[in-house]
């Protein structure tokens, strides 16, 4: 692979890292709720799961969702409910908002592995992202050299691209708790968050091979 290529390939990952998704919006919205901090174990959780699919998919996964449509779609089912689950959640966040606009729920100890479970819930929720993997990866592996040192290479990359955008996007939510401070505010928040997440469950829903 040549230092050209990687370029290529970074510069890809990061524009499909920082467009909003799933994983993204839930570290922001944690980190808003939370603090920065505890949203650390939800990237941790979010990115544990990205690599875990890319690598399924290298190893074959993705043919085996392709030549199984009832397969991809109970996968698929479970990974919008989940996404539902996620906007309904959202949704009820606003009730536990106090009088003077903190949330209620970060005032009681958070458990960081349950955090790092629904990080790696989200992040593994999506099927779509298996055939992503080995209809993209490839496209920058030189097959005329040794693969799996590329491979990688690519992985490690997307990791650290992908890790980079949550920073951004957790630093984002840090900067918007302040304005969340005031409970009109963050019901309002936390009814767009429901309704993102909602929709991404939708788009999902209605995904086919």
Same mark, same amino acid.
């Given at each position: 692979?040549?230092?050209?290529?990687?370029?290529?390939?970074?510069?890809?990952?990061?524009?499909?890292?920082?467009?909003?998704?799933?994983?993204?919006?839930?570290?922001? !919205?944690?980190?808003?709720?939370?603090?920065?901090?505890?949203s650390?174990?939800?990237?941790?959780?979010?990115?544990?799961?990205?690599?875990?699919?890319?690598?399924?998919?290298?190893?074959?996964?993705?043919?085996?969702?392709?030549?199984?449509?009832?397969?991809f779609?109970?996968?698929?089912?479970?990974?919008?409910?989940?996404?539902v689950?996620?906007?309904?959640r959202?949704w009820?966040?606003?009730?536990?908002?106090?009088?003077?606009?903190?949330?209620?729920? !970060?005032?009681?100890a958070?458990?960081?592995?349950?955090?790092?479970r629904?990080g790696?819930?989200?992040?593994?929720?999506?099927?779509?992202?298996?055939?992503?993997?080995?209809a993209?990866?490839?496209?920058?592996?030189?097959?005329?050299?040794?693969?799996?040192?590329?491979?990688?290479?690519?992985v490690?990359?997307?990791?650290?691209?992908?890790? !980079?955008?949550y920073?951004?996007?957790?630093?984002?939510g840090?900067v918007?708790?302040?304005?969340?401070?005031?409970?009109?505010?963050?019901?309002?928040?936390?009814?767009?968050?429901?309704?993102?997440?909602?929709?991404?469950?939708?788009?999902l829903?209605l995904?086919?091979?």
């Amino acid at each position: 692979m040549t230092f050209h290529t990687w370029l290529l390939f970074a510069a890809t990952a990061f524009v499909l890292s920082a467009m909003p998704g799933p994983n993204m919006m839930h570290v922001m !919205s944690i980190s808003t709720r939370y603090g920065f901090l505890r949203s650390v174990s939800v990237m941790a959780g979010c990115i544990l799961a990205i690599v875990l699919v890319v690598i399924a998919s290298l190893a074959g996964m993705a043919g085996v969702l392709a030549a199984s449509p009832r397969l991809f779609a109970v996968l698929r089912m479970i990974g919008a409910a989940y996404m539902v689950f996620l906007g309904i959640r959202a949704w009820r966040a606003h009730d536990m908002v106090g009088g003077n606009g903190t949330d209620l729920s !970060s005032m009681s100890a958070v458990a960081m592995r349950d955090l790092f479970r629904d990080g790696f819930l989200t992040g593994i929720s999506n099927p779509k992202l298996l055939l992503f993997a080995a209809a993209f990866l490839p496209q920058f592996v030189n097959p005329a050299a040794a693969r799996m040192p590329q491979y990688v290479m690519l992985v490690m990359t997307f990791a650290v691209v992908e890790v !980079s955008c949550y920073l951004v996007y957790a630093g984002g939510g840090r900067v918007l708790s302040v304005w969340l401070r005031t409970p009109g505010v963050h019901r309002v928040f936390c009814f767009v968050s429901g309704l993102v997440f909602i929709g991404f469950g939708a788009m999902l829903l209605l995904t086919r091979i």
